[in-house]
C-alpha cells in the first residue's frame, strides 16, 4: 500500500493493522508521532493531527487502549520535540558562526522571542502542523533554557495527544464519524492548515505595511 492510499484510507488500514498487528501498530504510531515532531523537513508527510484523532476512533472501538496509546505517544511527542531541540541547539548557533550570510538580526530577535514567549509557542504550535517541528528547532537555535523547554515541552505534548486523541475517542462511537474518520482526518487537517496560512499571510502584509 503507498502513502496515498495510507492517507486517503487512515482508518481503514490502521483498523487493519490493529487487528493483524496489534503490538507493533502501537510501535508504528509511536515512530510516526516521535519522526513528525523531531524532523521538520519531514513533517509535511505525517498526518500526525488527523492521525491522533484516528487513534481516539479506534480506541472507542476497543482497537487500542486509550490510556497506554495516549501516554506512548504523548512520550513519542515529547522525545520528538528534544531531539528537534537538541539539533537545533547543537547546529544552530555553529551555523550562524559558519556561514556569514546568515541574518545575525535575526538570531538576536529568536533569543528574545524565546525568552519571553518560549512557553506560549511550544504550546501554540503543537496544533499547527509543520510549526510543531520547527519550533522545537527554533528554540534550540536560540538556545532556550534546557529546563524551561523541557517542562513546557512535556506540557504542550500531553495537550496536544491528551485532547485530539480524547477527541477521537468520545465522537468514535457516534455512526457518522466512525464511518466517515478519514474525511474527518483530512478536514482536520486541512482546518489547521488553512489556519497556519492565513496566519502567515496576515503577517506577510502586517510586514509589508510596515516597511512601506
Not at 35 to 54: V, Y
Not at 78 to 85: N, Q, S
Not at 91 to 118: C, E, I, N, Q, T
Amino acid at each position: 500500500m503507498g502513502i496515498t492510499d495510507f492517507l486517503f484510507h487512515l482508518d481503514d488500514s490502521l483498523r487493519e493493522a490493529a487487528l493483524l498487528y496489534p503490538v507493533a501498530t502501537y510501535g508504528l504510531l509511536f515512530t510516526v508521532i516521535y519522526t513528525e515532531t523531531a524532523f521538520f523537513p519531514l513533517a509535511p508527510f505525517f498526518p500526525g493531527d488527523g492521525l491522533l484523532f484516528a487513534v481516539g476512533v479506534l480506541a472507542a472501538g476497543g482497537l487500542l487502549h486509550p490510556v497506554l496509546i495516549s501516554l506512548l505517544l504523548a512520550v513519542g511527542a515529547a522525545l520528538g520535540a528534544w531531539t528537534g531541540y537538541r539539533l537545533g541547539r547543537s547546529f544552530g548557533p555553529a551555523m550562524f558562526k559558519r556561514f556569514a550570510w546568515l541574518d545575525r538580526r535575526a538570531y538576536v530577535r529568536s533569543h528574545a522571542f524565546y525568552r519571553k514567549f518560549g512557553a506560549t509557542a511550544l504550546i501554540t504550535s503543537r496544533f499547527l502542523p509543520i510549526v510543531k517541528a520547527l519550533v522545537p528547532f527554533v528554540a534550540g537555535v536560540a538556545e532556550m533554557e534546557r529546563g524551561r523547554f523541557a517542562r513546557y515541552n512535556v506540557l504542550s505534548a500531553c495537550i496536544w495527544v491528551f485532547s485530539l486523541v480524547a477527541l477521537g475517542y468520545f465522537l468514535g462511537n457516534v455512526p457518522f464519524i466512525r464511518d466517515h474518520t478519514t474525511l474527518l482526518v483530512l478536514g482536520l487537517a486541512a482546518i489547521f492548515i488553512t489556519g497556519l496560512g492565513v496566519t502567515l499571510v496576515t503577517k506577510l502584509v502586517k510586514r509589508q505595511r510596515q516597511s512601506a
